[in-house]
């Protein structure tokens, strides 16, 4: 026997397996990770008590201002992130939605997941000591270079490694520093040749910036729109795609030259 239903009740009906699933994703864990902006460190100063950046066989010059590299904080791969905990970051503009895996690609527990981004800091630093080097001219292993930051994993610091080599060895090459005096953050991975690559969480990296009292901040070229999304006031944005112009726009912006800007 066929039953007619009216309009409304058909409605009702079909709500019924919408309002399940809502109310099963209200208490599932979701593949999200929650991100927040982190601590910055200046890498021409010291962390947990050590200089950030120790150079032998080369004479160093005192500098002024500071380098920030930024950093996000985000929940472990093994938290439960609710759909409520979605919801209220979302409307947030300090907090970022993440796919799981766009944080953590390579799976593996919270553990495996934090030595592999040890490895990938120490095999950035590796490389930042190698890309300053080409830059300033000098053979690899002309000049003892050791870095120091605890607690930071992943490549994102390496272009601000690099800058900060150069700055002690070099500075600006006139007598001068990078930074001009100023607090000058950024983020953005290196290679040995001095290309600067892309990285995750900008829009955060850059309120971590601001916070902490930066007024420049230099932000690999392709993540320009992101950056700008949530640029904080008084905050300058200068994209970079190598060492060789980012080390160019701070010397631009010292002598009041013009400057790149997202």
């Known amino acids: 026997m066929l039953l007619r239903l009216s309009r409304p009740r058909i409605l009702a009906l079909c709500a019924l397996p919408v309002l399940a699933l809502f109310g099963t994703a209200a208490f599932a864990p979701l593949?999200?990770?929650?991100?927040?902006?982190?601590?910055?460190?200046?890498?021409?100063?010291?962390?947990?008590?050590?200089?950030?950046?120790?150079?032998?066989?080369?004479?160093?010059?005192?500098?002024?201002?500071?380098?920030?590299?930024?950093?996000?904080?985000?929940?472990?791969?093994?938290?439960?992130?609710?759909?409520?905990?979605?919801?209220?970051?979302?409307?947030?503009?300090?907090?970022?939605?993440?796919p799981r895996d766009s944080v953590y690609p390579t799976g593996g527990s919270e553990k495996e997941i934090e030595q592999h981004n040890?490895?990938?800091?120490?095999?950035?630093q590796d490389v930042a000591v190698d890309a300053a080097l080409k830059y300033l001219g000098k053979a690899p292993g002309s000049v003892d270079i050791t870095l120091h930051l605890a607690d930071v994993g992943g490549p994102s610091a390496g272009l601000f490694f690099s800058l900060g080599i150069i700055d002690?060895?070099?500075?600006?090459?006139?007598?001068?520093?990078?930074?001009?005096?100023?607090?000058?953050?950024?983020?953005?991975?290196?290679?040995?040749?001095?290309?600067?690559?892309?990285?995750?969480?900008?829009?955060?990296?850059?309120?971590?910036?601001?916070?902490?009292?930066?007024?420049v901040f230099l932000v690999?070229?392709?993540?320009?729109?992101?950056?700008?999304?949530?640029?904080?006031?008084?905050?300058?944005?200068?994209?970079?795609?190598?060492l060789k112009n980012a080390v160019s726009s701070l010397k631009a912006l010292e002598q009041g030259n013009k400057v790149p800007s997202c």
């Open 31 to 98: 593949p999200f990770t929650l991100a927040q902006p982190g601590t910055t460190a200046d890498v021409l100063g010291d962390d947990q008590g050590k200089p950030v950046i120790t150079i032998k066989g080369a004479p160093t010059r005192a500098t002024d201002g500071e380098l920030r590299m930024t950093t996000i904080v985000a929940t472990g791969p093994e938290a439960d992130v609710g759909i409520g905990d979605v919801v209220d970051s979302w409307f947030r503009t300090d907090r970022a939605v993440m």
């Open 168 to 215: 002690k060895l070099a500075g600006d090459g006139s007598g001068g520093d990078l930074t001009g005096g100023r607090t000058v953050a950024g983020t953005g991975t290196i290679e040995a040749n001095g290309a600067v690559g892309a990285v995750g969480g900008v829009s955060l990296k850059t309120q971590a910036a601001r916070r902490d009292g930066a007024t």
């Open 220 to 242: 690999p070229r392709a993540e320009c729109k992101e950056a700008k999304a949530e640029q904080p006031k008084g905050l300058r944005l200068i994209p970079v795609t190598t």
């Open 118 to 124: 040890l490895q990938d800091m120490e095999e950035s």
